[in-house]
């Protein structure tokens, strides 16, 4: 059925027709259509730990989820984060208040940035940023800020953040470990945008998703800072660390002020979600130290494995300190469009990667960056690389 010819507006609210398809659902079909490998979307090829997911079989075969779970979560999941918290970072949440359970941690970020935003708010952040960020925000009719980390440290500018805070800003929005560039804000850092959150009273939302993925110095929450847990919204998820992508569970931890206000949201975007899996995460959460040593060593394994391989390509490599993307530069090829070159790559060596570019508002900050994800198999990512070779001959 057409629109009435009287119509002249748009069916897609002006606030979200500037993004249009996401880059890696272009990239990912264009993986499909040439049957090339693909680096560009972040998702393992292979599954997690086996007995995380007959935790998940049991919970299905045992009732458990089946039906609609509890809206802030399942007790188990919420218990396990809290447990989590306390164990890795001495962070003592209540899971009954302060924990809510969400459907990854995108759905995190959009309920807690329509939450917590009112019209005309800025919003400051770190660029280049994952897409849905730019998406959020502008469904909550704010405005945002960015804040350019630039190559080949891609470090915080302490100064630039202050300068960039003014009457209107309501919220910074904090990604550590950082996807696309792999920083991790280490300790001064941090301290330094507590002490601005505090001072000008400013809301922090920080996704923490890669956080079991450090390879240089530690993670640390932001929440544990002085001043900071009463202004902090903690998001993170089980997708990255337990190689469970599809199944979607994600988690807010905050005070209870701010969990009943992302809680508000969040219950008319997906209400609940993932019942048999939120018993089994909650199983995950509890697997010993061991697991979390060898998953992360594993990756930072892959990580020097593919960042060799790029070397020995012809690409300038920004070593990632943490998640497991490798941001490189294009420019030793002669080549200055990322995007163009990204496009033109399956065809050139059977190998998919996502174009920085669009992460930034500033497409010149990140016009010649290209992302690679290494979470694949070795033999996956031993072929890209001999594909890639390629790009020199």
């Known amino acids: 059925m057409s629109a009435p010819e009287s119509s002249n507006r748009p069916f897609l609210n002006r606030r979200l027709a500037a993004f249009g398809t996401t880059i890696f659902a272009e990239m990912s079909a264009l993986a499909t259509r040439t049957g090339s490998i693909n680096l560009g979307q972040g998702f393992p090829d292979t599954d997690g730990p086996a007995e995380i997911a007959?935790?998940?079989?049991?919970?299905?075969r045992d009732g458990r989820g089946n039906q609609y779970p509890p809206g802030p979560g399942v007790p188990e999941l919420r218990t396990a984060v809290a447990a989590h918290q306390q164990r890795f970072y001495g962070l003592a949440f209540d899971p009954d208040t302060e924990v809510l359970v969400t459907a990854g941690a995108t759905e995190a970020i959009a309920a807690a940035l329509l939450a917590l935003l009112e019209p005309g708010d800025e919003v400051i952040a770190l660029e280049p940023f994952y897409d849905s960020y730019a998406a959020c925000i502008a469904m909550a009719g704010a405005v945002r800020v960015p804040l350019t980390l630039r190559a080949p440290d891609?470090?915080?500018?302490?100064?630039?953040?202050?300068?960039?805070?003014?009457?209107?800003?309501?919220?910074?929005?904090?990604?550590?470990?950082?996807?696309?560039t792999g920083t991790v804000l280490t300790a001064e850092e941090l301290a330094a945008v507590?002490?601005?959150?505090?001072?000008?009273?400013?809301?922090?939302?920080t996704d923490e998703v890669y956080e079991h993925l450090v390879f240089e110095g530690s993670h640390t929450p932001l929440a544990g800072l002085p001043g900071m847990r009463e202004r902090t919204v903690t998001i993170s998820s089980a997708g990255k660390t337990f190689s469970f992508t599809g199944w979607k569970v994600g988690w807010v931890t905050g005070t209870p002020e701010l969990v009943t206000a992302v809680r508000s949201a969040k219950q008319f975007l997906t209400y609940v979600n993932a019942g048999p899996f939120q018993y089994a995460i909650a199983e995950a959460l509890r697997l010993p130290d061991a697991y979390f040593d060898g998953f992360r060593a594993d990756l930072r394994r892959k990580r020097d494995l593919l960042g060799d391989g790029l070397r020995a390509a012809g690409f300038e490599v920004y070593q990632p300190q943490g998640t497991y993307f490798i941001t490189t530069d294009i420019t030793p090829f002669g080549e200055k469009d990322a995007y163009a070159f990204c496009r033109a790559l399956p065809e050139r060596c059977g190998v998919v990667a996502i174009p920085n570019s669009v992460f930034y508002d500033d497409p010149d900050a990140g016009r010649s960056q290209v992302r690679f994800a290494f979470c694949k198999k070795d033999d996956v990512l031993t072929e890209a690389i001999s594909r890639l070779r390629r790009l020199a001959s």
């Not at 891609?154 to 309501?170: E, M």
């Not at 507590?194 to 939302?205: F, G, N, Q, T």
């Open 194 to 205: 507590a002490e601005l959150a505090v001072e000008r009273d400013l809301l922090v939302i």
């Open 54 to 60: 007959e935790a998940a079989v049991r919970a299905i």
């Open 154 to 180: 891609f470090r915080l500018d302490v100064d630039a953040l202050r300068a960039a805070v003014t009457p209107r800003t309501r919220l910074l929005l904090l990604n550590t470990p950082h996807n696309p």
